[in-house]
């Protein structure tokens, strides 16, 4: 039998009439808050607010500028950039749907059929990100050369006779066309695409498949019925992340891309830094993002799942 | 051991006086008051969100009441953070530190306090719950039964005035539950120190505790000992919650000396007046209660040779399942629907099948009463306030 | 007749492996032309093996002096962006406040808003401000957009955490500061670490809101931005391939270490 030696000294009794220590910290979750909130709302809120009063300011550089509630100049900016708009939805949408497509069945890959590859396979998906993807971007410029191996593929098997007559490419080129920057978008966000609709995946019972077979559905409706579904929440926060940084995107279009690629981002950084018209890129801007806010509201709406953070 | 250090033998009673613990307008304690002996092992029984692990951890000074005190033999300590209690808790799943080792695990109050040289006791409070050898492993590679001996060894070796322990058996299974059952009871023999258990299983409860308080709905339903609250239940709360029991609603028919005698379905039956808690007037409602332990069964033709003097009533077998130790028979009976008869299987009687003819009959001093103003289901599983086994959420 | 069977089973893999591939072709690219000796300014076309570049990694001028200040920033915000998120992540997880929703938006906005719409409103407000543009604003849009990374990271560490446990070292003595630094800190360390890790990948890749906020000052993104349009040296390449490739290793070191130590504890 063991003996205990050494026991400790008993404890201090409390003070009297010491105050009691209850309810403590009822400051503390606003003193944790304080300097991140500050710092989100100065530099965050305050800009977007900011911005919003540039947005109706008229005036020039060299004069300043004053608040004139001119909002004709989102009008202007509508009816000057719509086609820039226009194709950032498009190219965002397109860039996301093949993100899914191509995304989906590698993160079931990883998910269910990788075995002992599955972290070799994701850290393969990770590491591009350790290279700027500026300098990957530019890759993209050799892949597509003219006249490159891949292009030449491509010509030899008709395929841009076909996306030629879509219009997304011209003249036997790649480069320099719509089908450059969608491909380029899809290749710079797919990891968004990947990395939650493998955390969904990755969630899922896979005696449900057993299950679900048991039940005499096919591999192909056990997917429609059972994998997809309980999926959604990846497909839903992967489509945001992609469709919303891509659609603001303006990198792809300009080093991929030519004059007639352009995407509403190309606008207003060349408004923002080069032609120095203040009022007519933070128009610009803040209709982006309020159509952004839009979209994902009614889409998290729609699709019913609140709790993406 | 039974220490004589100081710490544990003066004064070390564990005194509530008025406990109460309200959420808005839901009380999940009700002005409670009890006192648990120094040196006792004494048990919170009930089911889940009665209120037991809410008076545990207002004792430890995880919660904070709503009105009343906590006094740990003299002292004061309601107003008092845990951390300067000098009292400790065995957590419902253990709550071992993911990112210590086992020693450090144990050595964690110790070190808190201050105190540099914790090798020799650490290593001695180990041997007492036999992990020695795996003191250098981290939680998650012991077992369940493993990392709960490290979680007692954590919380005794700062030899509390009282140790507490929620649910500190539920996530084990049955055959290691039975085991850490004597092996809690061991250590709590030899240390001596005040232990206050948390549970939901009554048979836990029995098996360790010196005292059971039972509650149910915020309030202690019945204080005793386990033999006293199983033979003498003052509730069907009580009755239902602590094993089986059978109801018979009767009425007084007379009541003389040491007996009441009561009627039921045209017959009598008879209950000691020294173990009814009943208001018992002639002509009034009486509950009466019996164990299926206690029963004897007979078939209907050998009901001559049942000896005078016994409670019997008459009934026809609806179910028997043979479950080894015993037979257990569903009977109905005209004053009384499925009444539950366990039979020693010593000698069956193959005459015993469903639809047999039959006399219960049993011992009247095995017979108690209860108030009749209260339901019969009181206490049983699926009745409100009692899940099933085992789902109590802190 | 089998390979058709074959390929219906095996329909998932060999999609899989194909978008593997579409990922991994531009580092392989990048890695190949590292070795080019190209001939006009541009580094597009394969023309000859070299190692030039390898020899003389900050032969370009410019290029070494961006890539170390882009590590500084990386360096000063993912300490700011780590310090001020788990500040938040745990208010929001551990306590009750008025105006909880309005504090979750403003988390959440900035990681659903375009890069350049941010990048505009910060530059609006630092010209109104008239503040001097360089290191200093792009490290305070930095650590902006890290921020909410971090948070996110970290409360889901947070979340996960038995909440017994801080109650277990209360009960033992430990006071609220103790019970902080020896138990809730080490447990949230790893939800910590990735939230830096992020914040530090993303502040050192950042080139939109850079280029915004950044004045004359050149950082590595920068670089390579300017580089594509005057023309690409073979260095960049380079730099791009050895931060593939200590990435990786890193990655592949961490793990076996890990590995063994899970071994020997067993």
């Not at chain 1, 710079?188 to 039940?215: G, K, V």
């Not at chain 3, 447990?187 to 992020?198: E, F, S, V």
Request: hydrophobic share 45%.
């Amino acid at each position: 039998m063991a003996t205990l030696t050494e026991a400790p000294p008993p404890l201090a009794p409390p003070a009297p009439g010491a105050k009691p220590p209850r309810r403590r910290g009822r400051w503390t979750p606003y003193l944790l808050l304080l300097p991140g909130l500050l710092w989100l709302v100065v530099f965050f809120a305050l800009p977007v607010i900011y911005q919003a009063s540039t947005s109706v300011q008229t005036g020039s550089l060299e004069e300043g500028y004053k608040v004139t509630w001119h909002f004709a100049t989102y009008w202007d900016a509508l009816s000057e950039y719509w086609p820039q708009f226009v194709r950032s939805v498009v190219y965002a949408a397109s860039a996301t749907v093949l993100c899914l497509l191509l995304g989906y069945p590698l993160a079931y890959l990883i998910a269910f059929r990788a075995g002992r590859w599955r972290n070799l396979i994701m850290i393969l998906v990770i590491a591009p990100f350790f290279t700027s993807f500026l300098i990957r971007t530019l890759a993209w410029k050799t892949i597509l050369a003219d006249g490159g191996p891949v292009v030449g593929a491509l010509d030899a098997l008709h395929v841009l006779d076909v996306t030629a007559f879509l219009g997304w490419t011209a003249d036997d080129r790649v480069l320099a066309t719509p089908l450059a920057v969608v491909c380029g978008l899809t290749y710079n966000f797919l990891p968004f695409m990947i990395l939650p609709l493998y955390t969904s995946l990755e969630r899922i019972d896979p005696r449900l498949h057993e299950a679900a077979n048991d039940l005499y559905a096919k591999p192909s409706t056990t997917f429609r019925r059972v994998t997809f579904p309980l999926s959604m929440p990846g497909v839903v926060s992967g489509t945001l992340l992609t469709f919303i940084p891509a659609s603001g995107d303006y990198i792809n279009a300009d080093l991929l891309g030519s004059t007639d690629t352009r995407m509403v981002g190309n606008v207003i950084q060349s408004q923002f830094l080069r032609i120095l018209d203040y009022p007519t890129a933070a128009a610009l801007s803040f209709i982006l993002m309020a159509a952004i806010l839009a979209v994902v509201t009614v889409y998290i709406r729609k699709s019913g799942t609140e709790d993406l953070v | 051991m039974k220490t004589t250090d100081g710490t544990t033998t003066a004064g070390g009673d564990v005194r509530l006086t008025g406990i109460t613990k309200s959420y808005g307008d839901f009380t999940a304690v009700h002005p409670l008051d009890l006192t648990v002996p120094q040196g006792s092992f004494f048990a919170l029984l009930g089911a889940s969100g009665c209120g037991k692990t809410t008076t545990l951890r207002m004792i430890a000074g995880l919660e904070e009441p709503t009105a009343g005190t906590v006094h740990l033999g003299d002292q004061d300590v309601t107003a008092l953070p845990p951390y300067k209690r000098p009292v400790n808790t065995v957590f419902q799943s253990y709550a071992l530190f993911p990112h210590l080792d086992i020693y450090e695990n144990v050595a964690f109050g110790l070190r808190r306090r201050g105190i540099k040289s914790v090798k020799k006791q650490v290593e001695e409070m180990l041997e007492l719950v036999q992990l020695g050898e795996q003191a250098r492993k981290k939680p998650h590679q012991l077992s369940g039964g493993q990392q709960q001996r490290v979680a007692v060894a954590r919380a005794l070796i700062n030899h509390p005035k009282v140790l507490l322990l929620d649910e500190p058996l539920g996530a084990l299974d049955l055959k290691l539950r039975r085991q850490m059952q004597l092996e809690l009871k061991r250590i709590q023999t030899e240390v001596g120190i005040t232990f206050v258990h948390v549970t939901h299983d009554q048979e836990e409860a029995m098996t360790m505790a010196d005292c059971v308080a039972v509650m149910n709905a915020g309030r202690v339903e019945q204080l005793g000992t386990p033999a006293d609250l199983y033979e003498n239940p003052r509730t069907t709360f009580v009755a239902n919650f602590l094993g089986t029991s059978n109801f018979i609603e009767a009425e007084v028919d007379s009541a003389s000396g040491s007996q009441i005698v009561l009627k039921a379905g045209g017959g009598k039956l008879v209950l000691p007046e020294a173990r009814n808690s009943a208001p018992a007037r002639t002509g009034g409602k009486v509950l009466l209660g019996v164990r299926p332990e206690k029963i004897s069964l007979t078939h209907a033709d050998e009901a001559g040779e049942i000896p005078e003097g016994r409670n019997r009533i008459t009934g026809r077998i609806a179910h028997s399942s043979f479950i080894g130790v015993s037979t257990q028979y569903v009977i109905d009976s005209p004053v009384c629907t499925a009444f539950e008869v366990y039979v020693q299987n010593i000698d069956r009687d193959p005459r015993l099948v469903p639809g047999a003819e039959v006399v219960l009959h049993w011992n009247p001093d095995h017979t108690f009463g209860l108030d009749a103003a209260q339901s019969l289901l009181a206490g049983t599983v699926g009745s409100a306030g009692v899940g099933t086994a085992g789902e109590e959420v802190a | 007749m089998a390979f058709v069977t074959w390929f219906k089973r095996n329909v998932v893999v060999v999609a899989g492996l194909l978008t593997l591939a579409y990922l991994l072709l531009p580092n392989v690219v990048v890695t190949v032309f590292s070795f080019n000796r190209p001939k006009g300014r541009f580094n597009y076309e394969w023309q000859q093996f070299s190692t030039d570049a390898w020899r003389d990694p900050c032969g370009v001028s410019g290029l070494c002096e961006s890539l170390g200040l882009s590590l500084q920033l990386a360096f000063w915000a993912t300490l700011g962006a780590t310090l001020l998120g788990t500040m938040i992540a745990f208010a929001l997880v551990r306590y009750r406040f008025r105006a909880r929703g309005a504090v979750n938006s403003l988390i959440f906005l900035p990681m659903a808003m375009p890069e350049v719409v941010m990048a505009a409103s910060l530059l609006t407000l630092f010209l109104n401000m008239g503040a001097e543009l360089g290191f200093w604003t792009i490290l305070i849009a930095h650590i902006m957009f890290c921020l909410s990374f971090v948070v996110v990271a970290v409360k889901a560490r947070v979340m996960s955490m038995d909440p017994r446990l801080e109650q277990a070292a209360q009960d033992l003595y430990a006071g609220p500061a103790q019970t902080f630094l020896r138990v809730t800190l080490p447990i949230a360390a790893p939800g910590i670490a990735a939230g830096a890790l992020l914040a530090f990948a993303l502040s050192f890749d950042d080139f939109i809101i850079t280029n915004f906020t950044a004045g004359s000052t050149v950082t590595f993104p920068m670089f390579v931005w300017g580089s594509a349009q005057r023309g690409t040296p073979v260095q960049i390449n380079v730099i791009g391939t050895a931060m593939f490739v200590v990435a990786v290793l890193l990655v592949l070191v961490s793990m076996a270490v890990g590995n063994r130590r899970r071994r020997q504890k067993a």
